[in-house]
């Protein structure tokens, strides 16, 4: 870079001021297209060209502001567009072919983009970027997030509020650290499975709500499996209490989100530990593709039919059964750190069993980080990670069988009954291969 430097004076001030220009050229596109193909937004004064120009001057605002270290030049700069969309907007409502009944949406957005601008030369250049991506989606999802509130209901709103209290008020104030001897009893994490099963049963909610449960299920259980299949399981299998006659689908989903678990294993230490990443790829490649298969045929089994008008959507956030497997969860993770304390060689596997009936990533970080240390041979963590995902098939087995609807019963029991075969013969395999 230090040629390109030498090549162009003051590169790093031109390229704030393109970036400045780029990222009010994607909010001006947006706005552009709205122009061209909404009626409500016909009439708007800035389009591809003006907000480019509006960060661009926000950009040199600051500039100038740095320059002569004046704050006072930006603040009059910044007041200035104030006025000037205060009265254009003032004006399109007296004039006669004004809607009295428009939004400020464009107005509003004209102000983000001079601050955007102005982040840009401040050197917040990433963090002006990721906000204009948002911006730029909120504008072009208009019309589905309307529709998206128009639909909700009291519960739903309610639902919102409870889970925005656990997440963004709750789980930050928590100690971050563990409180016993043990190194279990950490109330931060703790609290952060109750935000996250409570976070897949109510995205899953809003998910069939907004496409349908026919397509809902299956994404859910998708999205969920990349993020903790444990939790899914215990949401879906409360869910389908509240809705029976979706039960089997839910049961089905399960098998998919189960199944996204063996890739994520893998991808987890492709990044930790290449080479025990190749001693379980083939193992864990079998897995997901015998996961695959179950899942579609029993999917086309019990898929919903066509007619999806007659589900009916009830609990959109169960707290009380996320609260119910966090205490589990801590129960089972005491008696995981009794096994590896007490049980010397053997309790490695038993350990690992142990874990993977609340979940795999925490014995995949821990065995990964072990064996690039010297400290565990490469195939004694591959077999120990085949017993954790083997264990935790079978505690989202069991889950799924106890805490859900009779519905549900049979899918899984056919989807987790392979998966455990599956992996029963992975870890016999492994230790034919030790």
Same mark, same amino acid.
């Given at each position: ?215 809902? *299920?299956?994404?859910?259980? #998708? /999205?969920? $499996?990349? !993020?903790?299949?444990? &939790?899914?399981? +215990? =949401?879906? @299998? ?109 309790? *490695?596997?038993?350990?690992? #069993? /142990?874990? $993977?009936? !609340?979940?795999?990533? &925490?014995?995949? +970080? =821990?065995? @990964? ?66």
């Amino acid at each position: 870079m230090e040629w390109l430097t030498e090549l162009v004076p003051n590169i790093d001030l031109w390229f704030r001021f393109g970036l400045a220009m780029a990222l009010g050229g994607l909010v001006g596109l947006e706005r552009e297209y709205a122009q061209q193909h909404v009626a409500e937004v016909e009439r708007a004064f800035a389009g591809i060209r003006t907000f480019p120009l509006i960060s661009l001057l926000g950009a040199l605002a600051a500039f100038v502001a740095h320059t002569l270290e004046s704050p006072t030049v930006f603040a009059v700069a910044f007041g200035g567009m104030a006025v000037l969309v205060g009265v254009t907007y003032m004006r399109r409502l007296t004039d006669e072919r004004g809607d009295r009944s428009e939004g400020i949406t464009t107005e509003v957005t004209i102000l983000l983009v001079f601050m955007l601008g102005s982040l840009s030369y401040w050197g917040w250049g990433t963090l002006a970027s990721a906000i204009t991506v948002v911006v730029t989606l909120l504008l072009s999802l208009k019309r589905t997030l309307h529709e998206l509130a128009r639909s909700l209901t009291h519960e739903d709103l309610l639902a919102t509020l409870q889970f925005a209290l656990i997440t963004v008020v709750i789980l930050p104030i928590l100690p971050n650290r563990p409180l016993d001897p043990y190194q279990v009893l950490n109330p931060y994490r703790i609290w952060l499975l109750v935000v996250l099963i409570s976070g897949v049963s109510f995205g899953g909610y809003l998910a069939i709500k907004a496409v349908g449960p026919h397509r809902a *299920l299956w994404m859910t259980g #998708l /999205l969920g $499996g990349m !993020v903790s299949s444990t &939790a899914t399981t +215990l =949401s879906f @299998a409360e869910r389908s209490h509240s809705t029976p006659r979706l039960a089997p689908a839910l049961g089905v989903a399960l098998i998919l989100a189960s199944t996204v678990m063996y890739p994520r294993v893998a991808v987890l230490l492709l990044i930790l530990n290449p080479a025990l990443f190749w001693a379980t790829l083939p193992y864990l490649l079998g897995l997901t593709v015998s996961g695959l298969i179950t899942f579609i045929v029993l999917w086309q089994v019990y898929r919903l039919p066509a007619d999806e008008r007659g589900v009916t959507l009830e609990n959109p956030l169960n707290l009380s059964g996320a609260i119910r497997f966090t205490v589990i969860f801590v129960v089972v993770s005491f008696i995981v750190k009794f096994a590896e304390l007490y049980l010397g060689t053997v309790g *490695l596997f038993v350990a690992s #069993l /142990l874990t $993977g009936l !609340v979940g795999v990533d &925490a014995i995949v +970080l =821990s065995l @990964a980080n072990t064996a690039s240390t010297g400290g565990l041979s490469v195939m004694s963590a591959a077999i120990a990670i085949l017993f954790a995902t083997l264990g935790n098939t079978l505690a989202k087995a069991t889950m799924a069988y106890t805490l859900g609807a009779r519905p549900i019963r049979t899918p899984t029991a056919y989807g987790f009954g392979v998966l455990a075969v599956m992996g029963s013969l992975a870890v016999a395999v492994a230790f034919f291969q030790t």
